[in-house]
């Protein structure tokens, strides 16, 4: 693209260099001047695009990194409440096993 935009102002300098009247070296200054100005605000139109763009992707970024941080916590926490279930399972199970036995002993 730079290099697109250099030949053209080069293009349109030399040509105002080649006229042969003030007006026409005038004229051919003015048309590359217009030419680099409308590539320059194309440029600028397409850097301030990639400035949001890229803002844009990283909110979407610090959004899915707070995500993951919630999910992390909450497997966490889920874990826990399963571990804590377990043990309490392991300590009912012992104590029905227990009731059983009394029962069949006959206590």
């Known amino acids: 693209m730079k290099k697109s935009v250099l030949g053209l102002i080069l293009l349109g300098l030399a040509a105002a260099a080649s006229a042969q009247t003030a007006e ?6 003015q048309m590359a001047y217009q ?3 409308s590539q320059l605000a194309q440029a600028t ?3 301030e695009k990639a ?3 890229k803002q844009a992707a990283d909110q979407r970024l610090s959004d899915a990194q707070a995500a993951a941080q919630k999910a992390g916590a909450d497997l966490d926490a889920a874990r826990s409440q399963e571990t804590a279930a377990k043990q309490t399972m392991d300590q009912l ?3 029905l096993s227990e009731a059983w036995k009394r029962k ?4």
């Open 24 to 29: 026409e070296q005038l004229l051919a200054a």
């Open 35 to 37: 030419q680099g100005d």
């Open 45 to 47: 139109a397409r850097r």
């Open 51 to 53: 400035e949001a763009d």
């Open 93 to 95: 199970s012992n104590a």
């Open 104 to 107: 069949d002993q006959g206590q």
